[in-house]
Each structure stands twice: as C-alpha cells, then as structure tokens.
C-alpha cells in the first residue's frame, strides 16, 4: 500500500511577529506624538515666527507633512488589503495553498499546474534575492499565465508582516512533492543538495552493447544449468 503524502502547514515565530509588529506600532504612536506636538508649536507661534523667522516656520511645516506621511504609510501598510495577504500555508498532495487572516483561500500552486522550462534548463531551482547570508530565498517554478505562456513564477513563503518558523520545511516538502508526484520535472542539483532531497534515480537505457552482453550471460547460464542437468542424469 502507497503511504500517504504528507500535509505540512505553516507555523508562525509569534514571538518575532508580535515583537516586530510592537515595535511599528509604537513608532506609529510616536510619530502621532510628535505631529501633536509640532502642531501645537506652529498654531501657538503662528504669528510671531511668521513675523520674525518665517524660515522656521516652514521649515516645521515640511517636517510635519514628512511625519503625516511616515505614518500614514505605516497604518496602510499594516492594515491595507489584509484579506489579499498571505498569513498561511499549507503544503500537501495537490500543491499548496496560500490562506488569508480570515482562513480564506486566496492562492493555490497545484503539480499538476507546474510546467517545463521553455529552454534546456533546471524546471525547479533555488533563487536568493540577496547576496548576505541571510537573504531572502524563493522557488522558482514555470506555469502557464492567462495566455497560455509559459513563463517563471515565484514560490515565496516570505510574508509581510509575519515571520514563519518553518520556510525551510515547507519548500522540501514542496519540492519532495515534485519529486513524487511530477518526476518528468527537473529540479537544480543545487537545489536538491540544499534541501537534502534524494536524487531520482537515472533509469538505465540499454544499447547494443547491453543487449549482447546480456544474451552472452544468458547463454552461458543456460549452458550451466544443462551441464549440471546432464551430470544429475548420469549420476542418479
């Protein structure tokens, strides 16, 4: 009986996550702090710096319009689009599938969707885009788009605003998928040395060679097996 593929899903670093989350929201706070208090200067002082040093003046002005837009980008980029975002994953016998917050399907990468590269390259290889040694790691596939093309797609389980514990896991176990269910792909050696997956074993293609030599060994074999017939027969 086939054993049953494994399902992986994703597990959130909460502590990082909400540590880092802490941190943009209390500079959110603070920089709300600092428009109250740059505000408060310039209404209270309006007149007297306009009259002795308009350059002041201007220059909180600016300083202000920077801090409003500072921290407007940080609440879009915290709140904006959250049911578009990723916060899940799950990584099983169909591909995987990509959940928002509220558990709602919004992405899915099956197998059977995975394509060949169009030139004589790796179909499945590793793409760091970052040169530090902790850089940021994606999978880079070939699917099919709306036209029909096919083109490279990225597999990235790096999320905005959420720091997993096992991205690592979840590419194997991706790729160990590929490996099961679509063997005709081709994964990079870099790839399947990083991710400590087992080569697919070469399958033997047999020439003329092999095949005279095979019937040679036969042969021999068949001749053996009659020569001892024939001495059980005078010895019996």
Not at 5 to 10: A, D, G, P, R, V
Not at 54 to 80: D, R, W
Not at 137 to 153: A, D, P, R
Request: charged share 20%.
């Amino acid at each position: 009986m086939t054993e049953k593929f494994q399902t992986i899903e994703s597990k959130i670093n909460k502590p990082i996550t909400y540590f880092l989350m802490g941190i943009i929201w209390i500079a959110v706070i603070l920089i709300i702090g600092v428009i109250g208090v740059v505000f408060d200067l310039m209404y209270n002082n309006f007149r007297q710096y306009l009259e002795n040093d308009p350059g002041i003046f201007f220059t909180l002005l600016i300083a202000q319009l920077l801090l409003v837009f500072c921290c407007v980008a940080l609440i879009i980029s915290l709140t904006y689009r959250k049911k578009e975002k990723a916060r899940k994953v799950i990584v099983d016998e169909r591909g995987i599938t990509f959940y928002n917050n509220q558990n709602t399907i919004i992405e899915t990468i099956l197998y059977t969707d995975l394509q060949p590269a169009k030139n004589p390259s790796d179909d499945v290889y590793v793409r760091n885009t970052q040169t530090v040694k902790y850089g940021k790691t994606t999978l880079q596939i070939y699917q099919k788009n709306k036209t029909g093309e096919i083109v490279s797609s990225s597999v990235d389980f790096n999320f905005e605003l959420v720091i997993l514990r096992n991205p690592y896991d979840l590419y194997r176990h991706f790729l160990k998928g590929i490996q099961h269910f679509r063997p005709d792909l081709k994964i990079s050696l870099q790839t399947i040395e990083q991710y400590n997956l087992i080569s697919a074993p070469q399958k033997t293609e047999f020439g003329i060679f092999e095949y005279v030599m095979s019937a040679f060994f036969i042969m021999i074999a068949a001749g053996l097996i009659y020569v001892f017939i024939l001495l059980i027969k005078m010895f019996a």
